[in-house]
């Protein structure tokens, strides 16, 4: 996928290898670190039969050790698995594209599934963020143009009650807060729209929702993180890069996966800083060029994360 013209002249911040998850063909999704600097992400790894990327029918949930020791913290057959985040007790959330939140203990332990919907809703759970006091918020990845079934639910701390928080969007992927929580960045993979939505003064619901950006090409709008300076960094799946708008949504800088002009390394799904530092740390993978994390410098420090309080 070629450089649109318009983002050929940004600044590129250079990516380096940091770690090797496999070397063939496995996807990789939903990273996030705990207080103890541990990574944890999703790993699909492609079935004997369905190689496809959405029918990869053996997913793994893989915990890694400052020291970059590599361990599966639970194997799933036939779950979906993909976004993932972090409770401030430790607990990892899972959102599942198969329908499922999964709640889960650092060491593998205690698995269960959060059942509550709301009305059905959401169905085809992509990825997930808290707030600061612990609202669950998850995006609903359905919907095609035309039809805009999906949007962003909102948990209680608790768990026990879920609402709709922003319908009527097309196949909303990444969500991330900004640093002041007044507003919400989401990715929209096949509208390949960014969405800005601001929250109404008690934060509890959209004041105004905006399409702050525009991906050329297909199916690009993923994970997303955030710095305390409310610069955003969007995953660009498929095409092999990240880049980076300012608080205002525009395009101020890229990050190019190494090998992706060789069609290597193009699924570039998910971005995630190590928290209290200025490095990012991206998953890329491909049917060539193995399964990676990458790491780079930011433009500032991340924002501070409910996993961190």
């Not at 608790?158 to 002041?180: H, R, Y």
Request: hydrophobic share 40%; charged share 20%.
């Amino acid at each position: 996928m070629p450089l649109p013209p318009s983002e050929t002249l940004l600044h590129q911040i250079k990516a380096e290898p940091w770690l090797r998850i496999d070397a063939g063909d496995v996807f990789l999704k939903g990273m996030a670190f705990d207080r103890n600097n541990h990574l944890f992400l999703m790993a699909a790894y492609a079935g004997t039969v369905d190689k496809g990327m959405s029918g990869r029918v053996n997913r793994s949930i893989l915990g890694v050790t400052p020291g970059k020791e590599i361990t599966t913290i639970i194997n799933q057959h036939g779950v979906r698995m993909g976004g993932i985040a972090i409770h401030k007790d430790g607990r990892i959330f899972i959102a599942c594209l198969t329908g499922e939140l999964l709640m889960v203990k650092p060491d593998g332990s205690d698995l269960r599934p959060i059942t509550i919907r709301w009305k059905g809703k959401p169905e085809r759970l992509s990825d997930l963020a808290f707030d600061s006091h612990g609202n669950l918020y998850v995006t609903d990845f359905t919907g095609y143009s035309g039809n805009p079934t999906g949007g962003v639910y909102r948990w209680s701390p608790d768990c026990q009650s879920v609402e709709p928080f922003m319908p009527n969007l097309t196949t909303p992927n990444g969500i991330a807060f900004t640093p002041d929580e007044k507003s919400i960045w989401v990715g929209c993979s096949l509208a390949n729209e960014v969405f800005h939505l601001t929250l109404h003064e008690n934060r509890k619901s959209v004041q105004k929702a905006a399409v702050w950006y525009r991906l050329s090409g297909h199916d690009g709008a993923d994970g997303i993180c955030v710095d305390v300076q409310g610069n955003m960094y969007l995953a660009v799946n498929d095409h092999g890069r990240v880049l980076i708008f300012n608080k205002h949504g525009i395009p101020i800088a890229g990050v190019l996966m190494p090998g992706r002009d060789r069609g290597e390394l193009t699924r570039t799904t998910n971005v995630v800083f190590k928290p209290g530092t200025d490095e990012v740390y991206a998953a890329a993978s491909g049917e060539t060029g193995g399964a990676w994390i990458y790491k780079f410098r930011g433009l500032a420090e991340g924002a501070p994360l409910f996993s961190h309080q």
